[in-house]
């Protein structure tokens, strides 16, 4: 994948959980709403602890000849969600 | 209406066995829980559901306010997100809840049965060409598009006529839609509350299978168990028939997180802790929870015209493959199911009736004889379930049986059930030697990808005939038939 187009995402939750629920989901839309995919992310949280993120997203347009599509992922879950706000860390769990 | 339960289940539930094919997680198993989890299962299929979270996530659903009499699980359950896959909970609409995690992302995913006229001799020597067909006119895969593409103005048609809107375009026959679940629309369907980001992930996906276990197979009827029923289905031995399984693809799946996160974020705001914040939900009768039904019921409408256009794709590959004209072709829709949506139904509570909001998620409705819900031609038998097994398996039609309306609201399983992850099954298993056993059995499967083929192979599903002994048994549906694949066409 290459950055070769850029695109701003941003999200806003009640807490930092939900935060990267609609964060994670609105990256996804944007692969599948028009084949968007994401390679590079600058991203400034905001609040304290984080409930709203503003991004700016680089990428390019999925091209099946160059982009082996194996899995697709239909949602971002809330199922064990964990949020390790120190280190900057996350493990979400997706729906394939 | 404030929603307020107590903390539940924080381990692996005690279970009560009944009996033969029923289990019970007892009402004290733990704080919060209104009524018992109930379980139709046996020894072999239990053994395949220890040590893993859907039994916890069965009594999660029963601390949901409103629920009424149990919180089911079928004898296929597995773990799903919020409630368990083969999970199915009835609320009343004054008192209760409406959750979009116990409906599923994949709104109305479903399974479709068509008859074709011929026997298995007619085409087997042709059946390698028929698949490369079927291949070719139904998209599949990762992100699949490019079956029916819509304009944006289209959409909202769609989402409100469902397999009507695709009948009325020339894609199908009038005589498919009787013999659908709902006819293949439900009527109360608000297109305008379905977000746009739902309708651009539609918008390219109509008539595509999509990926994961969503597939297309051809079948050949292998038995019959009820001769006088299947006799009426037009399934006898030799014949050959098409299933197809998919669903709403990225539409349905966008109204749900749209919903999810909608409905997390009203009880955050309201104080509600919940035990998993995947059981997002809302009073049935409040705004929001209206408007997850009828955006729900616009999802549901696109997965029925998805599998009424796809039907279209068969129809025009059998043609193709056998050199004839698709309007002489008598391929007919058997039955239509949704395993993965919440009706309004009238149901035996406490003595009296009652309209309650059934849930059902990886599960079927089982109606029985005499119901009016079941097509008039299959009346007198019982509303046909059609049972996807996996690919190296059978499938199976059964019919709901009498006490099904009393033991499970009417309701039954919906296919074999997983035993492994897809992760773990793509560890597990070899392409090559998922494909030459199968090829070693003369079944021809063509895949767009080989993920598409490891993560479903036969050995990661429990075993279908298990499965429907035991959903016999326990008195919710029996079997009329069962299919075997001659070839399978995997996303």
């Known amino acids: ?96 | 209406m404030l929603l307020r339960w107590a903390r539940a289940v924080p381990h692996v539930p005690n279970l009560v066995r009944r009996d033969e094919f029923t289990y019970e997680i007892p009402r004290d198993e733990a704080a919060g829980m209104r009524v018992p989890g109930v379980l139709f299962s046996d020894e072999a299929l239990l053994a395949g559901v220890a040590g893993d979270p859907s039994l916890t996530q069965l009594a999660n659903v029963a601390t949901l306010p409103g629920i009424e009499r149990n919180a089911l699980a079928m004898p296929d359950i597995h773990f799903g997100y919020g409630f368990p896959v083969g999970g199915v909970a009835a609320f009343g609409l004054d008192e209760g809840i409406v959750s979009p995690g116990g409906i599923g992302y994949d709104i109305n995913c479903g399974v479709r049965l068509l008859r074709t006229p011929f026997t298995v001799d007619e085409i087997r020597p042709k059946l390698g060409g028929l698949i490369d067909r079927l291949y070719r006119e139904v998209p599949s895969g990762v992100g699949s598009r490019g079956g029916y593409p819509l304009a944006r103005s289209d959409v909202d048609e769609v989402l409100a006529g469902g397999a009507r809107w695709a009948v009325a375009r020339g894609l199908g026959r009038a005589e498919d839609l009787p013999m659908q679940e709902e006819e293949g629309r439900i009527p109360s369907a608000t297109p305008s509350v379905v977000s746009d980001a739902a309708r651009q992930r539609g918008m390219k996906q109509l008539g595509t299978l999509g990926s994961g276990n969503h597939f297309l197979e051809v079948q050949r009827v292998d038995a019959v168990f009820d001769r006088p029923f299947a006799d009426v289905l037009g399934l006898e031995p030799g014949r050959v028939v098409v299933m197809l399984h998919t669903g709403s693809r990225g539409l349905g799946h966008q109204v749900a997180t749209d919903f999810i996160q909608e409905m997390d974020r009203r009880l955050a705001s309201e104080g509600v802790t919940l035990v998993d914040r995947q059981l997002s939900c809302a009073p049935v009768g409040s705004e929001p929870g209206q408007r997850y039904l009828g955006a729900m019921a616009a999802a549901a409408n696109f997965a029925w015209a998805n599998r009424q256009v796809i039907t279209h794709g068969v129809r025009r590959a059998f043609a193709a493959a056998l050199d004839r004209n698709a309007d002489d072709l008598d391929i007919a829709v058997v039955y239509d199911i949704a395993h993965n949506i919440a009706k309004i139904e009238e149901h035996r509570v406490d003595g009296g009736t009652k309209r309650v909001l059934v849930h059902r998620k990886g599960a079927t409705r089982a109606f029985p004889a005499g119901r009016e819900e079941v097509p008039e031609r299959y009346r007198a038998y019982g509303q046909p379930v059609l049972i996807p097994g996996d690919m190296g398996s059978a499938s199976y039609v059964l019919a709901g049986l009498p006490t099904s309306m009393d033991r499970s609201f009417g309701s039954s399983c919906h296919g074999a059930g997983r035993r492994l992850s897809r992760h773990a099954a793509i560890r597990a298993f070899k392409y090559d030697e998922v494909t030459r056993g199968l090829a070693g059995r003369g079944i021809v499967v063509r895949s767009a990808s080989r993920e598409g083929v490891t993560e479903e192979a036969p050995g990661a599903y429990k075993d279908v005939e298990e499965v429907v002994r035991v959903a016999e048994g326990a008195g919710l549906t029996r079997r009329v038939a069962r299919l075997v694949p001659l070839g399978v066409v995997k996303g």
């Open chain 1, 1 to 96: 994948m290459r950055p070769r187009k850029e695109r701003a995402v941003s999200a806003s939750g009640e807490d930092p959980t939900s935060l990267v629920v609609a964060y994670l989901s609105q990256l996804l839309l944007l692969q599948q709403e028009e084949g968007f995919l994401v390679r590079e992310i600058r991203a400034r949280p905001l609040g304290e602890p984080p409930t709203a993120v503003v991004a700016s997203v680089r990428g390019e347009l999925f091209d099946p000849a160059r982009h082996p599509a194996r899995i697709e992922v239909k949602a971002i879950t809330f199922h064990d969600l964990e949020i390790d706000l120190k280190r900057g860390r996350a493990r979400v769990i997706v729906d394939i």
